[in-house]
T-cell receptor
């Protein structure tokens, strides 16, 4: 399986500011995914990030609000821009099993530990 | 995207009892995955069942899939206090996961 780390693990921010979340994987992966989990809710996919191309955003999410970088095959960042209290959530990155050596091959998605964001 | 439904939303049992959680999904899936989340932390992958499979076992976990009803169930046998967590199903279409609403399981010692 892939080992995924995220920075920061948590942050408290003022409204109107921006926060950049980093996601680092220990293996090269083609696709990385960013999810949002609002308090007490399930996970919602924000966007898919492929190295060398623009991220693909899901309905309801736009690049101006959630710009994503994918400079190489092991790293991605998600920025939450011009934050408001409604952006308070856990943000998680995930990757598909990069080598497919796990019991389910490359279909498995593994998740980072998440970044807990509170906007005041 | 529309999320699937899970029931129950919350389940409280005694240690040693079995816990069953159900999930309904909406699309034609490649596979369905189950995850556990402890106290709002990262998700731990539990098990994956493919669309052409009907049942899968892993340790104390048993997952079933009924594609005609677009539903799946997760059974945890001989539960332990450490199983206390939120459990989510995620339907997979291509590389895209769509998560259910989740079940909060509490196992009382």
């Amino acid at each position: 399986s892939a080992v995924i780390s995220q920075k920061p693990s948590r942050d408290i921010c003022q409204r109107g500011t921006s926060l950049t979340i980093q996601c680092q994987v220990d293996s090269q992966v083609t696709m990385m995914f960013w999810y949002r989990q609002q308090p007490g809710q399930s996970l919602t996919l924000i966007a898919t990030a492929n190295q060398g191309s623009e991220a693909t955003y899901e309905s309801g999410f736009v690049i101006d609000k959630f710009p994503i970088s994918r400079p190489n095959l092991t790293f991605s960042t998600l920025t939450v821009s011009n934050m408001s209290p409604e952006d308070s959530s856990i943000y998680l990155c995930s990757v598909e099993d990069p080598i497919g050596l796990g019991p389910y091959g490359t279909d498995t998605q593994y998740f980072g530990p998440g970044t807990r964001l509170t906007v005041l | 995207s529309q999320q699937g439904e899970e029931d129950p939303q919350a389940l409280s049992i005694q240690e040693g009892e079995n816990a069953t959680m159900n999930c309904s999904y909406k699309t034609s899936i490649n596979n369905l995955q189950w995850y556990r989340q402890n106290s709002g932390r990262g998700l731990v992958h539990l098990i994956l069942i493919r669309s052409n499979e009907r049942e899968k076992h892993s340790g104390r976990l048993r997952v079933t899939l009924d594609t005609s009803k677009k539903s799946s169930s997760l059974l945890i046998t001989a539960s332990r206090a450490a199983d206390t967590a939120s459990y989510f199903c995620a339907e997979t279409s291509g590389s895209r996961l769509t998560f259910g609403e989740g079940t909060q399981l509490t196992v009382n010692p």
